[in-house]
């Protein structure tokens, strides 16, 4: 099949992009996204031009590395997957796909569809830990975990920070993000000890990069390639509410 | 005290604010509604009910000062945050994802606000200042201001705008009411299920009470 792309270039932070069209042939339904990007980067680099820019890793759905927006949806229409994990056959031939990086202020445009998302880094480092020695792996059980908070830890665990969330919501809120990974320690023995200074900080920080005030849409858990829910962003208010009263 | 404004001035704090204040300003909904509902039943005890509370003059003094208060922070707040959030997201996608991801009353609560308060400034400088004179002048006609005037729904554009105005504080209330309690932290609880229910008396009954008089005075009542 054949597709037309409308793909943000840029060349740096400081520059101002645009959308330059690209048409690729010979697309299989059985390529994922990014090896149809490869495909038509290579014929661009045989071409002497730059190729297009964009963050990958893994390419199996777990590194939280890759995300762009296609046609106003980030990682594409298909729900619960990463950009890597989206494959050719959920488009039809002749379509036109709108490929733009996350627009966010707090992420700016590194290079075409790359975006820097040192913010998120900063905001884990202001509490997404726990500062306790955990030792080896202990013995199965040797902490009583209802089967309840277990389970809702791992669910808020599986975030993997790719920021799509941010790139979904029209405030630019990374409530979903701090929402999942207050959630994951709050629930847990382990991360209870420093739960209220990790609610106050993550957010103070989230606040001073430049995300926006969640307005409750719910635009990030309908994007989120982890389907990760806001309950997380409603437990993250009574951490920080619990947390700001004492 | 420090605690306090750091809280305030929080994404979270915000929304709080937000939400305390809009859920206040939607009791006062139940009291208005209850009020105009005697429209619909008998003329005259409107009219003894409203010439009543002309009585109870420092009583609601107070209860409006109270409101005015809320609508102030609700708004500043309110416009506080549209602007924030437009500095966070200056440049949306080319293509917008529209109501895929996120329903149309969550996205305009900021148009759907403006245009309540248009509303409420017409209302009070037509409706209230009218009956603050007729308070001072022993006129207790009310009935007829509110139901055969031109500044009441003798007027079809008044009337028009009215219901307009009411679909718009429909829309803010759809999200604003469960957005609440989202931002409360309670829309997980035990209590979903009342929350759920009260959001519909809210958002669905209260505004379609509000529009049934509209439109009863103006497009039957008058003819
Ligand atoms: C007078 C004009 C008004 C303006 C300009 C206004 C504006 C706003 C704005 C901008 C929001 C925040 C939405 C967001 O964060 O995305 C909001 C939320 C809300 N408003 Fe209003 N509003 C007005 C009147 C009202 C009235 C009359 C009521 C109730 C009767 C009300 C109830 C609410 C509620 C319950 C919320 C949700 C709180 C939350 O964010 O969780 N508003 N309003
Ligand atoms: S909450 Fe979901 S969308 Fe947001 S960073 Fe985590 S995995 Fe990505
Ligand atoms: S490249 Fe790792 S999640 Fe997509």
Redesign the pocket.
């Known amino acids: 099949m054949k597709v037309t792309l409308q793909v943000w270039r840029q060349k740096n932070r400081t520059t101002t992009g645009d959308f330059v069209s690209y048409d690729v042939e010979n697309v299989s339904g059985d390529m994922s996204f990014f090896e149809m990007l490869d495909m038509l980067n290579n014929s661009l680099i045989s071409e002497g031009e730059d190729p297009i820019s964009f963050d990958h890793d893994c390419r199996e759905g777990i590194c ?1 590395t890759c ?1 762009v927006s296609i046609n106003g949806r ?2 594409g229409p298909l729900k619960g997957v ?1 950009t890597c994990q989206l494959h050719m056959r959920s488009f039809s031939d002749g379509d036109v796909l709108v490929v733009e990086p996350w627009r966010a202020s707090a992420f700016p445009v590194i290079r075409d569809l790359v975006v820097d998302r040192t913010s ?1 880094d900063k905001i884990m480092e202001a509490g997404g830990y726990v500062s306790i020695k955990t030792g080896g792996t202990p013995d199965a059980n040797a902490i009583p975990i209802p089967k309840f908070d277990a389970e809702e830890a791992m669910d808020s665990a ?11 919501c029209k405030n630019s809120s ?1 409530m ?2 701090v ?3 207050v959630s994951q320690f709050a629930l847990l023995p382990q991360g209870k000890v420093e739960r209220k200074e990790r609610a106050l900080n993550m957010v103070a920080t989230m606040d001073d990069e430049g995300f926006g005030n969640c307005s409750n849409t719910g635009a ?2 309908v ?6 829910s806001i309950i ?1 962003i409603a437990r993250l208010n009574r951490e920080f509410f619990k947390a700001s009263f004492n | 005290m420090a605690w306090f404004f750091k809280f305030i001035n929080s994404s979270i704090g915000k929304k709080f604010i937000m939400a305390l204040t809009g859920l206040l300003l939607s009791l006062f909904l139940i009291i208005h509604l209850g009020n105009n509902l005697l429209l619909l039943v008998d003329e005259d005890i409107f009219n003894s009910l409203v010439g009543g509370l002309g009585g109870l003059k420092p009583l609601v003094r107070v209860i409006e000062v109270l409101l005015a208060i809320l609508f102030m922070i609700h708004i500043i707040n309110g416009i506080r945050l549209t602007i924030q959030n437009k500095k966070s997201s200056p440049q949306g996608n080319k293509v917008n994802s529209g109501t895929e991801t996120a329903s149309i009353s969550s996205q305009t609560m900021a148009i759907s606000g403006i245009t309540i308060l248009a509303f409420l400034i017409f209302h009070l400088r037509t409706i209230w200042v009218k009956f603050q004179e007729m308070h001072a002048s022993q006129d207790h006609e009310f009935f007829n201001v509110v139901a055969e005037s031109n500044i009441g729904f003798g007027n079809i554009w008044i009337t028009i705008f009215y219901i307009i105005a009411l679909i718009l504080l429909s829309m803010h209330l759809k999200h604003g009411f469960q957005s609440a309690f989202q931002t409360f932290g309670l829309s997980d609880s035990r209590y979903k299920t009342i929350i759920n229910c009260i959001a519909v008396f809210f958002w669905f009954v209260i505004p379609g009470l509000f529009i049934t008089i509209a439109i009863y005075f103006g497009f039957f009542f008058n003819n």
Do not use: Y
């Not at chain 1, 994007?223 to 990760?228: G, W």
């Open positions: 939280g995300g980030a990682h990463t998120f599986s975030c993997i920070g790719c920021g799509a969330c941010v790139a979904s990374a979903l993000f929402g999942a990974k990030c858990e994007e989120c390639p982890k389907e990760i997380n």
